[in-house]
């Protein structure tokens, strides 16, 4: 079983950063892709970032080129640095991993609001 807590969700205002970390417990496979997703209130969730244990990454093309997403695999921690942040950046975001793409786990989600 893989139990995941996010935590760094605050608010901020437009053009700041903010970091969220997310911590991952239990058998955790170098073969697990982990990322971010978020969810504005009436919209889907959406993907934001996944990383690979080797560092390989995917950003939404909204995000690229402001936020990163970084894992320490001995850690099992994965986060991501915000940067430049948007109103339209407003989410719950979600910590996820998706083991052999099909069982996929989820954290509880942690508020981020940009506003001024």
């Known amino acids: 079983q893989v139990q995941l807590v996010e935590s760094g969700g605050d608010l901020v205002q437009p053009g700041g950063s903010l970091r969220l970390s997310c911590a991952a417990s239990?058998?955790?496979?170098?073969?697990?892709?982990m990322g971010w997703y978020r969810q504005a209130p009436g919209k889907q969730r959406e993907l934001v970032a996944t990383?690979?244990?080797?560092?390989?990454?995917t950003y939404a093309n909204s995000v690229k080129d402001r936020f990163t997403i970084s894992r320490d695999n001995a850690k099992n921690t994965v986060s991501l640095q915000m940067n430049s942040l948007k109103p339209e950046d407003t989410a719950v975001y979600y910590c996820?991993?998706?083991?052999?793409?099909?069982?996929?786990?989820w954290g509880q989600g942690t508020q981020v609001t940009v506003s001024s």
């Open positions: 990383i690979t244990s080797v560092g390989s990454t």
């Open positions: 996820n991993l998706l083991r052999s793409r099909v069982q996929t786990y």
């Open positions: 239990g058998s955790i496979f170098n073969t697990d892709l």
